[in-house]
Nanobody, 124 residues
Framework: QAQPVESGGGSVQAGGSLRLSCTASGYTYAAYCMGWFRQAPGKEREAVAVIDSDRRTAYAESVKGRFTITKERKTPMYLQLNGLKPEDSGMYYC???????????????????WGQGTQVTVAS
């Protein structure tokens, strides 16, 4: 099974930038859906962005225009975070899974494989 591993989190001032990386070891798929999620203390986990193996993307409204998800063949998945706000703080998780022919890779995709998370803290 695939095992995602995140890196790149840290602490920044509001308005700053970070780039998160996700590498999926183990079994990987030619057709995949991958995504970033985040969870702040006391809040539910929310989808941030997803990308499929055709490079189509989807973003949460709260991050559109500020975050960019990318994934090229045989490279890690990245999430570029620009214009960070304090409300962007939280644990960021990478998720990956096989993308079936009848499935839609969107923010509601039901991922089976999750990383351990990387912390992002944005100071005001």
């Amino acid at each position: 099974q695939a095992q995602p591993v995140e890196s790149g989190g840290g602490s920044v001032q509001a308005g700053g930038s970070l780039r998160l990386s996700c590498t999926a070891s183990g079994y990987t798929y030619a057709a995949y859906c991958m995504g970033w999620f985040r969870q702040a203390p006391g809040k539910e986990r929310e989808a941030v962005a997803v990308i499929d193996s055709d490079r189509r993307t989807a973003y949460a409204e709260s991050v559109k225009g500020r975050f960019t998800i990318t994934k090229e063949r045989k490279t890690p998945m990245y999430l570029q975070l620009n214009g960070l706000k304090p409300e962007d703080s939280g644990m960021y998780y990478c998720a990956t899974d096989f993308w079936g022919p009848r499935e839609v890779c969107d923010l509601g995709f039901d991922f089976r494989y999750w990383g351990q998370g990387t912390q992002v803290t944005v100071a005001s």
